[in-house]
Structures are given as structure tokens and as C-alpha cells.
């Protein structure tokens, strides 16, 4: 006979517990009603894009509503944490990004109420968006990326680059370029990229690192000149312009965003979330419709995603502890 004591601790020990499925069939069943994915940016941006074609494909293919639920809000901070809270049962999803889950916990660790890897259970990564290294070509009189460290070095701190905000991935992002190319550049912090592109193209600061997706069009008439990516390969949509990191090694900059549900979600759900998620993004039509957004589709497996979030996150630590970052 088990004694009162016994159940006790046994009712304490579940209480702790993850929650997991009772009955496999419920994964196999699942959804069974409506699920929320929660997007912790504004309406219309490439998240909320990338976000509503999921949902429209998991709602058309199993037949349940997935309605997205846009909840922005101190730096992504307050939807990602609602996806953290969320009932860990599959019927809460959100899609988490580099801001949510890598540098804001870096950056001001104490203002987060989450956990940025442990509170989360990734299911996949959708995709990366690139960014550019851009000059003014008539404030800053080189061609290359080499000749522009040269440029650096023989003019240290006289050079200002722009960035869409103090803590932003764009700003954490050239301090990672100065820390391995040993160069010291004046940032200019401002609210968006938007007034940061119009200064840049008007000569009020000498370089950025920005959105492909914004600047591009820039570099096309010549307003700004391209001096590489951030990502490890070269960009479909600028296949001529090299990796930074061909130059500085270790300088790769990946704004991603990927679907992750609450910490605790039964893995049989996560699977399935993530075989459905994996095969709509390999699909031509849906990699086209990305392109078309500036987005690098990934498809990575769960896995995957997380030893990508792991070292993404300890990336972002060292370099903002390193280059002695400190939230306004």
C-alpha cells in the first residue's frame, strides 16, 4: 500500500513536471482546434509575412484555424514571453527571432522574462534575412573591404556608422566586425533604418551595416556602394558581392526567425509541427515567395535550430561583454 506521504511527493513531483501526452493519439489527432501563433513584431514586416504563410498552410492542411496574433512590444520582449507562459500543450506557437532570443537577453539580460533558450522548445528555423555592409561613396573613398579596414586603421574613430538603434542586431553586428577587424568606428544610434539610410545617402554618417532587403535598391543607383554580406555564402540576390567573413573571418551576422513553441510541448507534437513546417518551406513556390521578401529560406530540423540558438546566443554574450555594450 502506498502511504500518504508517498502521494504526496508524488503529486510534488508531477506538479514540476514538463508536460507531456498522455495518449500518443492525441499527437496524431492533433490540432483539434484553434491554435495561436504569436508574432512579437508589428503587422506587416518580414516576420508577420513568413508567420501568416505558415499558418495559412497548417490551417489548409489539417483543417484547424492557426490565427496569428500580432503582439509587439519592448523589443519583442512581451510576445515572446506570452509563447514562454503559453500552456505547453501545441494549441500556442510563436515565431521567435534574433532580436527575441539571442541579443536582447545579451544585451540586458535582467529586463528579459524569459528564458531565451530554456523556456522555448524550436521546432524549426524558417529563415535568415542578410545584410549589407554600405558606405557613402563620396564620404568614404574606397572600393573594397580590405581597402576600407585600411581606411580604419589609418583613420581610427573618425569614421561614424549608423545603426536602426543601440542593441539592435545591426548595431551588435558591426561592433562584431570591428572587434575581428581591430578597428574602432563612432556609432550613431537611431530610431529605425529608415532616418539611418536617409542620413547615410545625405552624407551626415560615413557607413552602416543594413537589411539587404532596404538597402539593395541604394546600391543599384549608386547612392551607396556594398562592401560585403553577412552571411556565409553569397546572396541570390547579389551574387557578384563576397562575404565579410571571406575577409574577417568570424564575422557572420544572421538575422533569422524561426517557429518555437512553449519549453515543455510533447515531442510527438514538435515533430509534427516541424515534418509539416520543413516540407511547406521546400516547396519552390514558397522559397520563391520568400526570395521576394529578401528572406534565405533555412528548414533546419529542431535539433538543429537549438544548437543554432545556443551558439547564437553565446555569440552575441562574448562580443556585447567584449566590446562593453551597455543598454541606454
Known amino acids: 500500500m502506498i502511504s500518504r506521504r508517498s502521494l504526496f511527493v508524488l503529486a510534488g513531483l508531477l506538479a514540476g513536471a514538463p508536460f507531456v501526452s498522455a495518449d500518443p493519439a492525441a499527437a496524431q489527432a492533433y490540432p483539434t482546434r484553434m491554435v495561436r501563433f504569436i508574432v512579437p513584431l508589428a503587422p506587416g514586416g518580414v516576420a508577420d509575412v513568413m508567420s501568416r504563410m505558415i499558418a495559412e498552410h497548417l490551417q489548409k492542411t489539417w483543417g484547424q484555424p492557426f ?47 524569459y528564458d531565451p533558450i530554456k523556456d522555448f522548445a524550436p521546432i524549426s528555423m524558417v529563415g535568415i534575412t542578410p545584410s549589407m555592409l554600405v558606405i557613402n561613396p563620396e564620404k568614404v573613398p574606397v572600393k573594397t573591404l580590405s581597402e576600407f579596414i585600411a581606411y580604419l586603421k589609418a583613420n581610427p574613430g573618425k569614421v561614424t556608422y549608423g545603426s536602426s538603434g543601440v542593441g539592435t542586431s545591426l548595431h551588435i553586428g558591426m561592433e562584431l566586425f570591428m572587434l575581428k577587424s581591430d578597428t574602432k568606428m563612432v556609432h550613431v544610434p537611431y530610431r529605425g533604418s529608415a532616418p539611418m539610410l536617409t542620413d547615410l545617402i545625405a552624407g551626415q554618417i560615413d557607413a552602416a551595416l543594413d537589411a539587404a532587403s532596404t538597402s539593395l535598391q541604394h546600391v543599384q543607383t549608386g547612392k551607396l556602394r556594398a562592401l560585403g554580406i553577412t552571411t556565409a555564402e553569397r546572396a541570390f540576390f547579389a551574387p557578384d ?24 510541448t510533447p515531442p510527438d507534437i514538435v515533430k509534427k509541427l516541424e515534418a509539416e513546417i520543413r516540407s511547406f518551406l521546400r516547396q519552390p513556390a514558397t522559397e520563391a515567395k520568400l526570395r521576394e521578401q529578401g528572406v534565405i529560406t533555412v528548414a533546419n530540423s529542431a535539433e538543429d535550430f537549438r544548437a543554432f540558438m545556443v551558439e547564437d546566443f553565446a555569440l552575441y554574450q562574448k562580443v556585447i561583454a567584449e566590446a562593453g555594450v551597455k543598454a541606454p
Open 67 to 113: 490565427v496569428v496574433e500580432n503582439r509587439p512590444g519592448a523589443g519583442t520582449a512581451i510576445g515572446m514571453d506570452a509563447v514562454a507562459k503559453a500552456v505547453p500543450d501545441g494549441y500556442t506557437i510563436g515565431m521567435g527571432n534574433i532580436a527575441a532570443n539571442a541579443i536582447n537577453p545579451a544585451f540586458q539580460r535582467e529586463r528579459i522574462p
Open 241 to 264: 558581392l563576397a562575404p565579410i567573413k571571406d575577409t574577417v573571418p568570424g564575422v557572420e551576422v544572421k538575422a533569422w526567425h524561426g517557429v518555437m513553441a512553449p519549453a515543455g
